[in-house]
């Protein structure tokens, strides 16, 4: 049999019960929340900036327009340089021949005899 002394038999007051064991729990929950709230709002901040949604809409808008009128610039000028789809890419076998052809050119017997001529 176990005797209860009056320590045990005394209660404590509700308002001690909430000051130490609901205030710290009050405090983490809001803490808690604070914490997340503020790293959400960072995360949404790098975010928009990584993809350029923090500008306003004009911003972006005017962004857009010079970035038009140098792709317009560029085009332009390509234009102005005419380009001929019609020419004919020369195969590898038309080239080998073509050097082949000049390499027999230069190496005519009279040209090579020239050659020795002005080095004497």
Request: charged share 35%.
């Amino acid at each position: 049999m176990i005797r209860k002394t009056t320590e045990q038999n005394k209660k404590i007051p509700p308002m001690a019960t909430f000051i130490r064991y609901g205030l710290p729990f009050v405090l983490f929950v809001a803490g808690a929340s604070f914490v997340v709230a503020s790293a959400l709002d960072g995360k949404n901040k790098e975010r928009d900036l990584a993809t350029g949604q923090s500008m306003s809409k004009s911003e972006r808008q005017a962004k857009m327009e010079t970035e038009r009128d140098n792709m317009v610039k560029k085009m332009e000028h390509m234009a102005k340089v005419e380009f001929d789809n019609t020419k004919r890419i020369e195969r590898p076998e038309d080239i080998l021949e073509r050097r082949r052809l000049e390499r027999e050119n230069r190496n005519v017997w009279y040209k090579r005899l020239g050659r020795w001529m002005k080095i004497v």
